[in-house]
């Protein structure tokens, strides 16, 4: 599985290539004597962008800092037995799969993406380095210098296989795209036969084990490019026919759901790393072909692009990808790569993600691509944290494309949607409003308390446990990216419910091994608003509560019940965990009164019936409760939770609020309603209103609230009952909306038994005007009965009632 820097790296090269070809490179285009070199002409100006002008701006700079870092490096290198560079010795002295191993192959790897770097230096207009012979020299024979001492056919393997599989040949013949005219027929030959040493046809054969999902993707990438360079078209047609299993929906594994998730590693949501791994290569490949005779027909890629709008963009918001699907990759915050720190985050991620929708629309249908550039258009304009045309994760290929979607007039900028997604798959629901997002992540025995590996978000124990992430249109878009994941309390994050006993870095052991054995985890939705829910039971932990949140119009109703634990130690829930950037004083207001200001200071409010953080929003504690509140400033570094992490202290201030259950509880429960962007009048009149939000039920066997001004019911059965106008014959998720004289019964059964579920709604009810076929209706009248047959996914069944 490869490591932050090879993830790193490739990230790199799909923000190298999500641009359109345009016109012309620096170097000029060489004439295309065949199909092969039509391919590979293309290939080259996908990976460096045409047609901007390298003295304007955001271009000038990014060259220019090419131009730079290819000199650092060329400065340094030396080639000699086992190296390239000193401090990269690749020569293994006993090789293996163990860590020193695993070191060397990563050490091979850097050396041809440094290759690469003084290749695109060479290339690319602008960088000092552009056409210079004496560079191009040098490459060749470091390329040769590989090639004898380790990439040949002669060469057993060690260390990680991704590098040998899929980062040191995309290097490689990324490389030979650019100096192809320079290679001579021997060095083609001698490369292409060590891509075929380490890449046979045999690792697509299956579609099993490390190549399923991105991993096909970039395995497929391999051998296109073997095919374009070494001019072999059974290999352009292997590429383009083992793609093809990756385009269908799964039900199990890696790859993309029906319901829009995406998994990799079994048991991870992995939409915004591998997920735009995946995007980037198949737009790039799909790009690549189009048009040529191994042009890829097979009519489930239309699959992918559906996932634009079904799979990716539901997580984007205001140019952000949120990071409950980015995995591990949330530890990756800086680190130390060569000559530059490198900088990652939830809109950096996002950014690359935008840049790899905008190079797939190159093949869409016109609908498609018009849709797709007016969402472009969106996130470059409202991504005020970080903007997009200026982005450190872009390259000029990428920027230049995104920048010819911004200055159209075309299309104008799409609004973010207003609605509610689940994803039962994935283990996640994303509610968006048109102030403010929301998105919560759960785990159960199909998806993992959190992904750790190869030193990586070690300390991501909680981030499973029903983590509530929001964020205002307007304001904290910078809440998890302001070195949010190094500092932050990982015992204390916000939503979650958690025992205070002491975990070991990746305890539980690795690539989503750790999984709570539990079943019910979802939710139902009209698409509107949503009831979902998480049996929660904790990692290494005796913990165990039911979680509920219903998703409103201005308001998130969170409820917990059931909270038991034996650990020995105290178990809370945390309301929140603001991240107050560096200096921030925002000021806590706690039933009209102004809380505690100092740095340090905690109190404990007896009895609280509202809260309200300027510049954030309102909290609502329906009959009173305990609230404890921290207002601190943590230290850490990125090197605490990722070993390839700098060690450079950060600190942030944090204003932390939450409910102490005591030592090994039993039977503790909690009620709020959080207000994303409310005013503390607002908050205080919400407080006020004890009429709208009415508390049905907050036990361990069901939770319920009914919204009277939105016609909103919800209740999860934990088990089978009745909740004031519902009854449920078994464990079920099941949402009622009133609204235009009719009536909307949403339904879905989070167990995943296909068991047969009885719902009545005890209102008159003088006829069913539609329902999914998975609903039957038993009876109307006084009260309808309906029975739902929920299948084994998760989904929602709905049906339209007139009452009477």
């Not at 490689?172 to 060095?187: E, M, N």
């Not at 737009?283 to 992918?304: E, F, K």
């Not at 025992?499 to 052991?509: F, I, Q, T, V, Y």
């Not at 235009?740 to 008159?764: E, F, K, N, Q, Y």
Request: hydrophobic share 40%; proline share 5%; with cysteine.
């Amino acid at each position: 599985m490869p490591s932050l820097s090879r993830r790193t790296l490739l990230y790199a090269v799909l923000a190298a290539g999500a641009a359109a070809p345009l016109n012309l490179t620096a170097t000029g285009r060489a004439h295309a004597a065949d199909a092969y070199d039509t391919l590979r002409l293309k290939w080259r100006d996908l990976l460096l962008g045409t047609g901007y002008d390298p003295a304007a701006e955001p271009y000038a700079s990014r060259l220019a800092l090419l131009g730079e870092t290819a000199a650092q490096l060329r400065a340094t290198l030396r080639p000699a037995a086992g190296s390239l560079w000193p401090e990269l010795v690749y020569a293994d002295p006993e090789p293996d799969t163990d860590p020193e191993s695993f070191t060397h192959s990563e050490n091979l790897g850097t050396s041809y993406n440094r290759l690469r770097i003084l290749t695109e230096a060479y290339a690319q207009p602008g960088t000092g380095l552009t056409g210079d012979p004496a560079l191009r020299t040098e490459i060749l024979t470091a390329l040769d210098h590989l090639h004898d001492e380790a990439y040949h056919p002669g060469q057993t393997r060690y260390g990680n296989w991704w590098n040998w599989q899929i980062g040191i040949p995309q290097a490689l013949l990324d490389i030979c795209a650019h100096l192809y005219d320079h290679l001579g027929a021997t060095r083609v030959a001698d490369f292409t036969a060590a891509v075929d040493h380490f890449v046979p046809d045999s690792v697509v054969a299956d579609y099993t084990g490390i190549s399923t999902g991105a991993n096909r993707v970039d395995l497929c990438r391999v051998l296109a490019l073997r095919g374009v360079i070494g001019k072999d078209p059974a290999k352009l047609a292997l590429a383009r026919d083992a793609l093809a299993p990756v385009f269908p929906y799964v039900t199990s594994g890696d790859g993309l759901y029906t319901d829009g998730s995406f998994i990799q590693h079994t048991y991870v949501p992995y939409t915004g790393t591998y997920g735009a791994v995946l995007l980037g290569g198949l737009s790039l490949l799909l790009t690549l072909l189009d048009g040529s005779a191994w042009d890829v027909t097979d009519p489930n890629r239309q699959i992918v692009f559906d996932s634009v709008e079904k799979a990716y963009a539901p997580f984007l918001y205001n140019g952000l990808v949120m990071d409950s699907v980015s995995g591990r990759a949330v530890s990756r915050g800086v680190q130390q790569k060569d000559t530059r720190r490198i900088l990652q985050d939830d809109h950096l991620r996002g950014h690359i993600l935008i840049a790899c929708i905008a190079l797939l629309g190159n093949c869409a249908s016109g609908a498609e691509k018009a849709r797709w550039d007016g969402m472009i258009k969106g996130w470059i304009a409202r991504d005020r944290h970080r903007p997009v045309l200026a982005s450190d994760a872009l390259g000029v290929a990428q920027l230049a494309r995104l920048k010819a979607v911004a200055d159209s007039t075309a299309t104008p900028a799409t609004p973010e949607p207003v609605g509610h997604r689940l994803f039962p798959a994935a283990d996640r629901a994303v509610h968006r409003r048109p102030r403010w997002a929301a998105n919560v992540s759960m785990a159960s025995d199909r998806i993992t308390h959190y992904e750790n590996g190869n030193g990586e978000h070690l300390r991501g124990w909680h981030t499973g446990s029903g983590m509530l992430y929001w964020w205002g249109d307007t304001y904290g878009n910078d809440q998890y990216s302001d070195a949010f994941w190094a500092t932050v309390d990982p015992m204390r994050l916000p939503g979650t419910t958690v025992s205070r006993k002491p975990l070991a870095d990746a305890e539980g052991g690795s690539w989503g091994a750790p999984r709570p054995d539990v079943r019910w985890v979802g939710g139902t939705t009209d698409g509107t608003y949503a009831a979902v829910g998480q049996h929660l039971k904790g990692l290494s932990s005796t913990l165990v509560a039911k979680k509920s949140w219903f998703f409103l119009d201005d308001a998130i109703v969170c409820l917990g019940a059931g909270i038991h634990g034996r650990d020995g130690t105290g178990v809370e829930t945390i309301v929140d965990n603001r991240n107050l950037g560096a200096d921030g004083t925002h000021t806590l207001t706690v039933d009209g009164g102004r809380g505690p200001a100092a740095l340090g200071s905690a109190h404990l409010y007896r009895g609280a019936g509202w809260a309200h953080l300027a510049g954030f929003g309102g909290y609502v504690f329906p009959g009173g409760a305990g609230l404890r509140t921290l207002r601190e400033a943590r230290s850490g570094a990125w090197s605490d939770i990722n070993t390839g992490g700098t060690t450079d202290p950060v600190t942030r201030r944090y204003l932390t609020l939450w409910f102490d259950h005591g030592t090994d509880p039993t039977g503790e429960r909690y009620a709020y309603l959080l207000l994303p962007g409310a005013t503390a009048a607002q908050t205080a009149a919400r407080a006020r209103d004890r009429g709208r939000v009415r508390l049905l039920a907050n036990t361990d066997a069901q939770q319920g609230v009914r919204d009277t001004a939105l016609g909103f019911t919800g209740v999860n059965f934990w088990l089978a009952g009745t909740v004031g106008d519902l009854t449920a014959t078994a464990p079920a998720a099941v949402l009622v909306r009133e609204t235009g004289g009719t009536a909307t019964l949403c339904v879905s059964g989070p167990l995943r038994d296909g068991v047969a579920i009885d719902v009545t709604w005890h209102r008159p009810v003088v006829s069913v005007t539609s329902h999914d076929p998975t609903v039957q209706v038993l009876s109307t009248g006084k009260q309808v009965t309906l029975r739902v047959t929920p299948g084994t996914a998760g989904a929602v069944h709905r049906a339209v009632v007139r009452p009477g």
